[in-house]
């Protein structure tokens, strides 16, 4: 009986590890405090790139990954009238590091204007809060949303209805890895929009699911953690 006594608290550290590591590889999560790093910015201040984040126009004005956004104009991130602005770009910071496994764009929608929305984009992603170290994601055409030339394409948006927008596709991404951990996340819309560049462009919302990395502090006091529990447990 003595043995088992000391071996509980042993049982119940690695059980702890164990909910730890599955908590840490659930996938799909919604990433929420995500902030704008930069943008480009139109003259209308009811539709700067905030409103491209924090969730307005989608069901209950709050982020989701599987709401509908409805067609108010305000509810987008949109560049108009700015004067000689051709091209448009938006930054998130994630404000931690995550493994990326969920990107859901809506594209600009107005009931007058869905051809306003984004059409061949450019993705780029850094690991660091330092816009300097962007890098490109390449893709071989494979996906759904890439046209192989290391662009994505994002699809109209319709302009009556439910629009529950789309899951980018990134299959088709040839450096991957970076997605393993990302802080930084760049849409440049380059000139292209579904007006054939004719019109300012925007977004109605991007939000982004993903599994939160650990710092690497948190990890290395871990077994710390663990040896001060295992001393109270025998103590007691």
């Not at 905030?50 to 982020?63: Q, T, W, Y």
């Not at 980018?168 to 930084?184: P, Q, Y």
Request: some cysteine; aromatic content about 8%.
């Amino acid at each position: 009986m003595k043995n088992k006594r000391h071996f509980r608290p042993l049982q119940g550290a690695l059980a702890l590890l164990t909910g730890l590591s599955l908590t840490a590889n659930s996938e799909g999560a919604l990433i929420l405090g995500t902030t704008v790093e930069s943008a480009t910015i139109g003259l209308n201040d009811q539709m700067g790139p905030e409103k491209a984040i924090n969730g307005f126009g989608l069901d209950g004005d709050a982020p989701s990954l599987t709401a509908s956004h409805r067609e108010q104009f305000s509810s987008n991130w949109w560049t108009g009238w700015s004067g000689d602005v051709t091209e448009w770009q938006l930054t998130v910071d994630l404000e931690d590091n995550y493994d990326l496994d969920t990107v859901q764009v809506w594209n600009y929608r107005e009931g007058c204007c869905s051809n306003r929305g984004l059409s061949t984009v450019e993705i780029w992603v850094s690991s660091v809060e330092d816009e300097s170290q962007l890098v490109k994601l390449t893709t071989d055409g494979n996906g759904i949303h890439d046209d192989g030339n290391g662009n994505f394409l994002f699809p109209q948006a319709p302009t009556g209805g439910e629009y529950f927008g789309f899951a980018l596709d990134m299959s088709g991404v040839t450096n991957a890895s970076l997605l393993d951990n990302v802080r930084l996340f760049r849409i440049d819309g380059g000139s292209f929009n579904h007006n054939d560049g004719a019109d300012h462009g925007g977004l109605a919302e991007i939000q982004f699911g993903g599994v939160l990395i650990p710092e690497p502090t948190s990890l290395a006091l871990l077994p710390l953690g663990l040896v001060g529990f295992l001393t109270r447990r025998r103590k007691a």
